[in-house]
């Protein structure tokens, strides 16, 4: 039994495989109420997504965005829920966020022909689409090349984090991205927080700059790590929020979108407090 809401989905606007119209038709028939499209840097796919669920009675659709930032031992995301996504700074910001994918992913490229494992850019390009390029991207062409079999090879031996291929991009800092996201309206969550190191020192600082959220129930997150991570909201006074962070890819992480074990409850809470910030209003209800 899955739950009635996911607030981590991706989609072809940036590194998903479904668009945000079919994303959202599996979601709702998988039995999801409340849903949040949050890509990669960008919010392009709101326009869809908006049109899309006006076909499914009694959905929200909460506008989000996943922002990547660095701390030097980690890479940290984090969400955004029910944003004023058209804040003309604020997409100017996420153009040059994104501008800087282009250029690192370009790099990465480079650097995979140097190790002997070429993929040609265009074809990443191709793949990407006219979504915000990432990594997953890279990860296919270097399967259609015949270098690796399957995108989480391609991640463990170039493109993770310390793999030879990677190529850091410019970031902000996951306290500033809590304060963009808050400047416009955002309720901000942590994302997956599982392997961050230090999560305590972060929490305190991100808590302080206006995060409201963290995410416990997450696709392939055991029972004894939503315990831990249960418990660390509670201490932070955060809610335990979560999501399947769909890729549509395949793989043994993968979750299905819904099929995540978080309750009702803290997302009741999540929509009260959006209520009391007036920033419901963002999120479309249809029906
Ligand atoms: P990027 O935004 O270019 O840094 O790429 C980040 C995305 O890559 C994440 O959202 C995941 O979808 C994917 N990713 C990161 N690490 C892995 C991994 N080890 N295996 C498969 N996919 C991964
Ligand atoms: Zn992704
Ligand atoms: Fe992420
Ligand atoms: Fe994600």
Redesign the pocket.
Known sequence: MGSQADLHLHSTFS?GKLTPTQLIELAYRRGVRVLSLSD?DVTDGLPEAFRAAEHCPGLILIPGIEM?TDLPANEVHILGHFIDWQNATFQERLVQLRDS?LLRAEKMVQKLSELNKPVAWERVQEIAGEGAV???HIALALVEAGHVTT??EA??LYL?RTGPAYVDREKLTPVEVVRLLVEVGGLPTLAHPRDLEELDELLVELREAGLVGMEVYYQDYDPETIERLRAMADKFDLLPLGGSDY?GWG?PQQREPGDIPLPAEPVQRLLTLAEERDAFKRAYRSG
């Open positions: 590194d990669h990547s994918r990432g990594r997953p995108v989480n991640f463990d993770s890729h793989g």
